[in-house]
């Protein structure tokens, strides 16, 4: 009888993605959405934060509709639109960096910069009070 290998039996390493599997580009989306938001996450915060000044000249009670429409569009964005741009940012990071998830991966990093769009586009077409 012979005698077996006391490693016949040893658990195998983990099955590592080979490069093949690998998505090479799969950082891209996600770092440029890292970097356009660096800098639109704070313009968005500011701007959006001192739109509430725009009701300056009129008051609170005699601004017209759409001020307060635009205010309330920009202050509710900016609240929950945090949690949507997290969350997609996330996302574009988190998912597995194959190519099966590379679209999804760009369209997560690309709505994780329309919440600071959108506030910045309403702070800058503020309707006049």
Do not use: E, K
């Not at 001192?50 to 000249?57: F, G, H, I, P, Q």
């Amino acid at each position: 009888m012979s005698q077996m290998s006391p490693y016949a039996f040893a658990p195998q390493p983990p099955a590592l993605l080979q490069p093949a599997d690998r998505d090479p580009w799969a950082w891209v989306a996600p770092a440029i959405a890292t970097a356009l938001l660096m800098f639109l996450v704070p313009a968005a915060l500011l701007f959006g934060g001192l739109s509430a000044m725009a009701t300056d000249s009129c008051g609170p009670d005699d601004c017209s509709q759409a001020l307060m429409t635009s205010l309330t569009l920009i202050y509710g964005t900016l609240f929950f639109g945090g949690f949507l741009t997290f969350g997609a940012w996330l996302t574009s990071w988190l998912l597995p960096w194959t190519p099966r998830w590379s679209v999804l991966r760009a369209w997560a990093a690309a709505v994780s910069l329309l919440p600071p769009l959108f506030v910045l586009t309403l702070v800058f077409t503020l309707p006049a009070g």
